[in-house]
């Protein structure tokens, strides 16, 4: 499907237009551009630019035509590629072997059970299909000739078919593929099986050998003849890939990574991104198998999902914690399975020999090498990940470590009470005030740029409780330190917001009730400068968040408190647009307090207000994303009353306008979760009053898309618990469509989903 | 592989009666008369004789000047030969099973669809059968990283870039190879069922 141009097209394809015609002095376009242009991918300027140049070129228009045709001739020729007929052409016939019967199909060859004549034994024949380059399965012979494992099929002989197919006859694996056998096994016996195997990846690992499709359908499980114990055997090294040369760097490595039929959820992040493969790329698919092994689900549900869909999502995926889905999973083994399955590869183990280890040393009962990650250690993955945040995150690495030191100073001041020491405190205590406003800047930053980060809700919250836990020595030493009262206040405020988001109310409260209790001994509530009174309605708006569970009474007056605060700072600072949209924020929640209470005509006329207030701001801050996703916010807010009142097609129109808006924005900021939830919330809207007005297939189609953004939202970070309600809520709609529509089997689908 | 269209085919054979051209039109025919056997409820080696059995009818017929070129494309001349020869195979097998000598399948007893039901089918496997007669002659023409290359990206759907990559070539030369072996099997195409 043609997608929008961007200026990436148009730089690619202007880099794509060469001088091809030689002798002659026009400029013509390659294959490349052509192909693209054909498909609909480029965009109107470079289709003005090539008629132009047609017009003075006919062979380019030609190429035009034929690369069309071509275009047009590509499914046929897959089909002939990919033949539906299974045994066509007959079995292949091979001097010494007897073909028994048809064993599997890949990509490239068919695998067949045949009896070898002499020595008389079973094995496996992988014989290519008809019209493949045979280097593609010399490569594999290659590769298995090096590798000599008991986990691991070994390799009998290789040569030509009658009929001219390379083949190889391998060792016959009688046995079931790993999950099968592991199904309903103990835990530890399950992780044994799993040790097995990623010791013979390991293996191949020493020899260079990266195999780069591991998944479970190619670990099958037999019983050892000589030992009578099973054991795991790896197999299928189709798609395996040699290093250039051994100990190579992991740059270095040659081949590609393609392989993406099917076997999307045991893929790594980078191979599905279409880059390179190496060793720590099959110790995630080792992770992913570990993962499913664990919690009986695999870390990617592939659901109604597209290929290319189940690839950008596996692209962008982060792996949940076992223990977050299954909480009894031992800390240790949470931890090395975490560790596999990095999203990093340089977060990994190196190779599955230090996986096996781990493995080995957990079922051993001894201490493990994998860890959980620190914050710290967290916030320096984000360097390497997020190239708008790594600059901050640098930064307040910097100032958490200054803070370590200052902190030992003024313990040893404190304890020694020298005058010098006294003299050494002054000094550090300078430098931390620098500190302390540096890092308050550096964090605010930092969590406003990890906001394009969909599925760093953890992340943030471990960083921001690092900070609170250095806060907090601080505080210990020098308890009455205004300035670390008021940091501490500012961040315990945030990790209160966090806990919220997350379902934990009762913490969110006693940490709200913490930061409350500090802004009320460093904060005036009768004061006039507006920095301190911002600060002082933000606590209280906060705490009436915190409070809205337990005490609804006390959250009101509070609310109503922040309001009054927020208003008259609007009033005397209208250009300060922080101030603008903090109002517009407690409108909002005053509309819906009108509402609960039937008062419609008040709720309207908060919404209202509060929208001009998000135009105005974003007026005055036009680049910000937050001003922006504040405006679309309100405007949908306004939008979804309207719906329940009289003029609902109007309401509708806004919608849809506003839906546009948002995907504009998004596809700048592609995974900004509130973006993202904001498209969800108008797609579900949207699917409603599609329903309630006899357009059930319309309302389909947006009660799924707002599944999909809601489910990319919770399979990044499961702990989102309005949007797991929400995600409930979509998957509820589909099941009553389809009941509606007569799809009884789509409609249980749908409803064990919203379960 | 020598390359042989089916003009060239049925010319050798109109020649030389005892030509040995019928065994290339057996193997360039026999997989959609297998696969139109076993739609209509035949065993693998059941179709497999209808196959034979519908190719010597064929060279028969064909050596008997029955074949008229302007009554319609050989693959449609072929289609009720075949459609005929499997019948009578279903018929013998129908006694196979009733007397037991053959294993029974209760899909063999379905109802039996009529020709105009199965024609698409038909049409289908016999243009797969070319094209594939027409990627092994490509794949004879060309270079080994051309073909890999247009494997890649065309059959395996890799991205041009990764196919690049794995093959240690420049992009330009990965979508170079693809549109010249899609345009010379356009042409190859064409050439193997021209008229007769």
Known sequence: MARPPTNTDRAAAESTATRSHEGTATICFDEEFIERLANGELDEASRLEFDSHCAGCAECGRRFDEVRLNLGAVEAVRAAAWSPLDGVPPEPSIDGYRILRQLGRGGMGRVYLAEQIRPARLVAIKVMEPFRDSRLLDREVEILARLSHPGIASIHEAGRTSDGRSYFAMEFVDGEDLLTHARGRPLRERLALLRDAVAAVAYAHRLGVIHRDVKPGNILVTRAPEEGRWTPKVLDFGLATIRASAGAADGSLIGWSGHVFGTIPYMSPEQSRGEPADTRSDVHALGSIAFELVTGRPILELGARTMHEALAARASLRAPRLRSISPETPPDLDAIVAKALEFEPADRYDGAGAFAEDLSRWLAGQAVAARAPTALEQARRLIRRQPIASALAAALLVSIAAFAAIMTVLAANLAERHQAAISAQSTSRERLDALVSQTTLLLDELLDAMADDLGGDATRSEIVEEVARYYDSLLEADPDEPRLQRAQMGVLRTLSALSRQRGDAERARSLMERSHELAARVLTARTIDPDEKFQWGYSLMYLAAALRESDREASDRLDDEATRVFEELAASTPDVEIHLAQLAAMLKRKANRALSAGDRDSARSHLTRALELRQRTLELEPESIAALEGALVARYSLAHFELGGQDAERAVATLVETLAQVDDALAIHSARRRLLELRAQIHLDLAGAMRNSGQPQSAQDHAFAAFRDLDRIVTADPQILRCRMQRSAACGMLADLAREAGDLAAAAEWEARSR | ?196
């Not at chain 2, 003009?7 to 696969?35: N, V, Y």
Request: glycine fraction near 4%; proline fraction near 6%.
């Open chain 2, 1 to 196: 592989m020598e390359w042989v269209t089916t003009s060239t085919i049925l010319e050798e054979l109109r020649r030389d009666a005892a030509s040995p051209s019928w065994r290339r039109l057996f193997e360039r025919c026999r997989r959609p008369i297998i696969e139109l056997g076993t739609r209509l409820g035949l065993t693998r080696v059941e179709a497999e004789d209808a196959a034979q059995e519908t190719l010597l009818a064929f060279v028969e017929s064909f050596r008997a000047g029955r074949y008229e070129r302007e009554r319609g494309p050989l693959h449609r001349w072929l289609f009720g030969i075949a459609h005929k020869h499997i019948l009578r195979q279903r018929d013998r097998a129908a006694r196979e099973r009733r007397t037991g000598r053959a294993p029974d399948d209760s899909r063999f007893w379905g109802d039996v669809p009529g020709p105009e039901a199965l024609r698409p089918a038909w049409e289908e496997s016999w243009e797969r059968e070319s094209m594939r007669a027409c990627l092994e002659r490509a794949r004879d023409e060309c270079s080994s990283d051309a073909w890999q290359a247009f494997e890649l990206v065309v059959v395996r759907q890799a991205p041009p870039h990764a196919a690049a990559e794995w093959l240690g070539i420049p992009v330009k030369a990965v979508y170079n190879a693809k549109h010249r072996i899609l345009t010379r099997l356009r042409q190859l195409r064409a050439e193997l069922d021209e008229p007769c």
